[in-house]
């Protein structure tokens, strides 16, 4: 619990001292939003998903078709469209996920890991070849209403709003720690036949785990809409960017709660520092950590300061 105190005051105070380099704070924080809503299904489950660029294509493509009152019913029209359409966005992606997992719960391991990449091919392509999603050119921003008199196109709210999906993932994920659903993804991840044997129904679990990752999913998903304001499905819905969201979590530490945020932290100041210095960093950054995490740290970063906390523990 304490490292998670510091890290989100250390993302509190971030605006306030580099306030000229907000961009890279808000896609910091959505990316660590987006690790973590993955972890859920893939750390707590244990069931790795290659897919959900899907999820987060839905929230960002309900955010931008239902942003303004005329796009609504009359009943809905408001000042707080973009919510609606945030909301709107989730409830697909929940009911998206159901039928997902119901599918492809059958399979496991690198087979479940194979059947998420084409469920997620298979919305790329529904994303490309309908009209009402702009088709392969994707989707403008429209102008927005001020819910609340707040511009959400200005960076300082949209920075205060990554911070807030951040903590509510955040504290969602010590919530589901510390119940009986979070000991029960736990049993299935280590040993579905063992929890079966101790009355927890597997499917059921990774189900709820895979529903609860889409609705969190989604919602960063909408927030991403509003930082890029224009977005096409060969950029959002493409196959690396789930493969970058998962690798956030895998080397930060999946079975951890700030595994995927410290993960989504380092890999955003390396591939910042570096950029200038090599065209491809992030690709190099991301296949240096994996090698390292791998011979070093199966645990990833966490891992390894759980690690030296329990040496420093032991030699007291």
């Known amino acids: 619990m304490w490292l998670s105190v510091i ?7 971030y605006p306030f001292v580099f306030g000229k380099t907000l961009n890279f704070g808000i896609s910091t924080l959505l990316f660590a939003g ?51 359409g945030a909301l709107v966005g989730m409830v697909i992606a929940v009911a998206v996920a159901a039928v997902w997992g119901w599918l492809t719960f059958r399979l496991q391991g690198s087979y479940f890991a194979l059947s998420t990449i084409a469920v997620a091919l298979v919305i790329r392509l529904i994303a490309i070849n309908s009209n009402w999603t702009g088709g392969a050119e994707g989707l403008f921003m429209p102008d927005l209403p001020r819910p609340f008199g707040l511009d959400l196109f200005d960076r300082n709210v949209e920075y205060w709003l990554a911070f807030a999906f951040v903590v509510l993932t955040l504290v969602i994920t010590h919530l589901i720690r510390r119940s009986r659903m979070g000991y029960a993804l736990q049993a ?27 609705a969190l999913m989604a919602l960063g998903g909408s927030l991403y809409a509003l930082y890029l304001q224009a977005f096409e499905p060969h950029t959002i819905l493409e196959l690396p960017l789930s493969i970058q969201i998962a690798l956030l979590a895998i080397i930060g530490g999946r079975t951890t709660i700030q595994g995927p945020l410290i993960g989504a932290l380092v890999l955003s100041i390396f591939g910042e520092v570096f950029r200038n210095v090599f065209s491809s960093a992030n690709l190099l950054i991301y296949g240096v950590l994996i090698l390292l995490v791998t011979l070093f740290a199966p645990n990833g970063i966490m891992g390894l300061f759980q690690r030296a906390g329990s040496k420093l523990g032991t030699a007291r």
């Open 7 to 13: 890290l989100v005051a250390i993302l509190f105070i």
């Open 34 to 84: 987006f690790a973590m809503s993955w972890n859920i299904l893939g750390g707590w489950a244990g069931q790795t998903s290659l897919g959900h660029a899907a999820l987060l294509g839905i929230g960002a493509y309900a955010m931008t078709l239902l942003a303004t009152p005329e796009r609504l019913p009359p009943f809905l029209s408001s000042p707080l469209a973009p919510w609606w």
């Open 188 to 214: 299935v991840r280590e040993d579905e036949d063992g929890a079966r044997a101790l009355g927890i129904d597997p499917a059921r679990m990774k189900l709820l785990a895979f529903m609860l990752s889409a």
